[in-house]
């Protein structure tokens, strides 16, 4: 495909800043673990491990599977964007509405991205 819709590209931006976000507090756990005091040292290092690879994984999705129209990546994605959905529900409950309806709302836009007709159209083709 030589030209990707709008929302493709929408979709792909989206879940590429989750996966620089995710990857980031990763790597800023992981440095904090090396030069603090963790309270529990295996769960500070497993909750880096983690970051880095949803990160990655996200990275990867966005790049690889979004950006390229390649058909595998809609679900991921799709799949990211519905575990934020519930994870900024909890945060707005929790009184953090300054974190909670952001992510909201990128993860509203990012689903609108994934399920629209043309990005339908391009990872699909026209018989979809």
Do not use: N
Not at 12 to 20: D, T
Not at 47 to 55: K, M
Not at 81 to 96: A, E, K, N
Not at 100 to 122: D, F, K
């Amino acid at each position: 495909m030589s030209k990707r819709p709008w929302s493709l590209v929408a979709a792909a931006l989206v879940v590429a800043l989750e996966g620089l976000i995710a990857l980031g507090l990763g790597v800023y756990v992981g440095v904090e673990t090396a030069f603090g005091t963790p309270d529990d040292l295996t769960a500070a290092l497993a909750e880096a491990a983690f970051g880095v690879l949803i990160g990655a994984g996200l990275l990867w999705v966005a790049w690889g599977g979004l950006l390229a129209a390649e058909r595998w990546g809609r679900a991921p994605a799709v799949l990211a964007q519905i575990f934020m959905i519930p994870i900024s529900v909890t945060l707005i409950d929790s009184g953090r509405p300054e974190f909670g309806v952001p992510l909201l709302l990128v993860a509203v836009i990012g689903l609108v991205g994934l399920l629209a007709p043309p990005t339908t159209r391009a990872l699909y083709g026209d018989d979809s």
